[in-house]
């Protein structure tokens, strides 16, 4: 079994930057991308940012682009995601997940992590 471990979250003002991380206890074969979803009260469960675990190609959903950094460190079996220029629509739980391949459906993905709360105020 696979465990996804995320810390980072917090409260902060718009404009800020918070840099979420996502340990994966081991990697397995079924784990070629990684990424973040997140979900807010109410709304779907979207994916934020995907990254490839070996060629390392990156997704980004519009409403990040420019302004999140998905990477990934493998000798730590490590994902990150640097958040800048934090806006209130932002707030949501931000989940870790892995799967076979980066896709932007969350039942594509076979593992998930607890989640970590980001809240942005104004």
């Known amino acids: 079994q696979v465990q996804l471990v995320e810390s980072g979250g917090g409260l902060v003002q718009t404009g800020a930057s918070l840099r979420l991380s996502c340990v994966a206890s081991?990697?397995?074969?079924?784990?070629?991308?990684m990424g973040w979803f997140r979900q807010a009260p109410g709304k779907e469960r979207e994916l934020v940012a995907g990254?490839?675990?070996?060629?390392?190609?990156?997704y980004y959903a519009d409403s990040v682009k420019g302004r999140f950094t998905i990477s990934k460190d493998s000798a730590k079996n490590t994902m990150y995601l640097q958040m800048n220029g934090l806006k209130t629509e932002d707030t949501a739980v931000y989940y870790c997940?892995?799967?076979?391949?980066?896709?932007?459906?969350?039942?594509?993905?076979?593992?998930w992590g607890q989640g970590t709360q980001v809240t942005v105020s104004s």
């Open positions: 997940t892995a799967g076979r391949s980066l896709m932007t459906t969350a039942a594509a993905y076979d593992y």
């Open positions: 990254i490839t675990w070996i060629a390392g190609r990156t």
């Open positions: 081991r990697r397995t074969f079924s784990m070629n991308a």
